[in-house]
């Protein structure tokens, strides 16, 4: 597993042994529990979810402070932050943060300009996570990080630094935390901590100073850090349900990684795929040109009304999903059929394994968009597709993500076509380094203008 990502060790494991619907292996010292049958799959992530709630990854506030959020928390401690979150990804709430993320893609296609002119080499997925910062510090914080025209800007810089980690420990944060545990390691780099902690009390500090009241993230923070919630136990408000600065801290970060981490990968995999599938890429763009001229302009209905978009993302998300497995612990002891499960075990459930799986999509490596046609949709059982997960625990801020996604990429294919640079290569080596599917040496691109 040494110098394997891994999503594709899990893929590979999961083509072997699929047949048997579970298989259990040892990923260190513990038993790890990998399910390949859909129903199983179910059952785990929402029929019997209350026994199945946690992720089991390395949380750890005390040693690594930005660890204590929504992705990785536990128990009654995530049940609790995830219904104080939810407000913020409302749809009012996105057609916010549409507006903003609209003004960014149209810098992000000016920028491209002259590189367009140029006919340069152009690496996209550095550039899509330059876009989706500005987005994520625009509309999280309040912001404004300008790292379209500043690439070696402090929020890139520390971006960079989140996303590096060696492979081993990415295989301890996800696999055996008790390790970390034990000998008081953080998987966050102290910088990281230190830049974040001290950005965001910054902000805090001056909106209160000035009473600058904004609606966005930081605004939601900033009243439940103020605010007592109703949501222990015997109902009364109670003053530890107000936010600490380091927990408020800790969502903001993880809203940080997750919005411009995923959507720009999602997008730069987009545009391999489309650059490589020219009639794929016309297709899009007589969809795109035609919707705008029917509206007048890129508005939120616009964007909703771009169905083919909708499924060359869904598509992408297919081939290449963001998280390319799905970590659950039995947090109580529970009998699947043919299958009893300890408290305690590990689970597996390994996403790119199933949406790679040709008896579930014939000719998996084929891109095709047609695939997510309502009528073939409505023929794969409802977990063969889990680029956000299922279930409670499902991504929060997915209707962000792809929001910001679209539009970056309608802001880009209005105006450019794309063709593979002969650099990148036709078959993409995804790097062992990587919590996600990251690519080793970037995608390369070479831009032309439409018109």
Known sequence: MENLSTGIFFQDMYMKYKHHGAFGLYTFFKPNLVIADLELIQTVLITNFDNFHDRGFYCNEKIDPLTGHLFLLPGQKWKNMRAKLTPTFTLFQIKQMFKIAKEIGNNFAIYLENKAQMKESIEMKDMFSRYT????????????????????????????????ANSIWVAIFMFAPQIMEFFSIPITHRSVTKFYMKMFREIVEYRRINKITRNDFINLLMELMEN???????????????????????????????????????????????????????????????????????????????????????????????????NRICTEEIDLPDIHVPKGTLITIPVLGIHRDPTIYPDPDKFDPERFCKDEKEKRHPCAFLPFGKGQRMCIGAQFGLMQTKVGLVSLLLNYKFKLHPRSKKALIFSEKCIGLGVKGGIYFIIEPRK
């Open 228 to 326: 007592s919630h109703i949501d222990n136990y015997d109902n009364k408000p109670d003053k530890e349900t107000k936010l600490t600065m380091t927990e408020a801290t800790a969502q903001s970060f993880a809203f940080f990684i997750a919005g411009f981490e995923t959507s720009s990968a999602t997008a730069s995999y987009a545009l391999f795929e489309l650059a490589q599938n020219e009639n794929i890429q016309d297709k899009l763009y007589d969809e795109i040109d035609r919707v705008l001229k029917e509206y007048g302009d890129l508005t939120y209905n616009a964007l909703k009304d771009m169905t083919y978009l909708q499924k060359v993302i869904d598509e992408s998300m297919r081939k290449y999903p963001s998280v390319p497995i799905l």
């Open 133 to 164: 910062t500005d987005v994520i510090m625009s509309t999280a914080f309040g912001t404004d990080s300008n790292c379209i025209n500043e690439p070696n800007n402090e929020f890139r810089i520390y971006g960079k630094r989140i996303l590096k």
